[in-house]
């Protein structure tokens, strides 16, 4: 007998995958911190490069590119970070580096918003950081291009634009920790699954958007990620 519910369940989060009618369905995000070295410099820290570490967003925080959307609540000092997005199709746990790349379904631009205030009050007080990360519309993704028609990871540029100037701009070959350590670390600790997202951190340049700012960022191979953020009132 199926089951019944008191009231219906929410849809299930999904993204477009380029040359594809069907969509991605968004299991869990997880987020790599402090993947840049310049980025972990200009929040005034040293990067860790003993181990990757990660915080993680509610499915529902997805947002399509393109969208429009509200100013986020409770902040007055919101940022973006464009960071690539590894989509996985397939799960494990315990994996060696060698066999984490079997896992990746493809790519996608990614924008992680951040309330930095809040993270800020929170990091100072010792409390999860929660609020500064996991919000609506906090996981701004692109369609996902198949692994295969995009290659392997290695010089491409990632960028992003504010309101048509240029504030972050790096290659892929700069993080920290590549893609297959990332996914062999994190399944230390998770038994990863089909639908998971991992955004992978992003380069220097962070900063706010305010009301009525525009981001557009862009990954060499991969579809461009735009937002809008509505003018106040």
Not at 32 to 41: E, K, M
Not at 42 to 67: L, N, Q, W
């Amino acid at each position: 007998m199926p089951a019944e519910y008191l009231f219906a369940p929410p849809d299930v989060p999904a993204v477009a995958v380029t040359g594809e009618s069907r969509l991605f369905p968004v299991r869990r995000i997880f987020c790599v911190g402090r993947n840049y070295a310049a980025h972990a410099a200009e929040m005034g820290v040293e990067a860790d490069r003993e181990a990757p570490f990660y915080f993680t967003k509610s499915a529902h925080a997805i947002c399509p590119t393109g969208a429009t959307i509200p100013y986020p609540a409770g902040t007055r000092d919101c940022h973006h970070e464009m960071e690539l997005v590894v989509a996985l199709g397939r799960g494990g746990a315990e994996l060696a580096e060698a066999e984490a790349m079997a896992l990746v379904f493809g790519y996608a631009c990614g924008i992680d918003l951040t309330r930095r205030d809040l993270q800020a009050v929170a990091k100072d007080r010792r409390r999860p950081r929660d609020l500064g990360k996991d919000f609506d519309n906090a996981a701004v993704i692109a369609p996902i291009t198949p692994a295969a028609r995009f290659g392997v990871i290695g010089e491409q540029r990632i960028w992003l634009d504010r309101n048509g100037a240029r504030v972050q701009e790096a290659r892929l070959s700069d993080m920290i920790w590549p893609v297959p350590a990332i996914i062999a670390h994190l399944s230390r600790f998770y038994r990863l699954a089909a639908g998971d997202l991992i955004y992978t951190g992003t380069p220097a340049g962070v900063g706010p958007v305010g009301p009525g700012g525009a981001l557009e960022g862009g990954i060499d191979g991969l579809a461009p990620v735009r937002l809008q953020i509505a003018p106040a009132g």
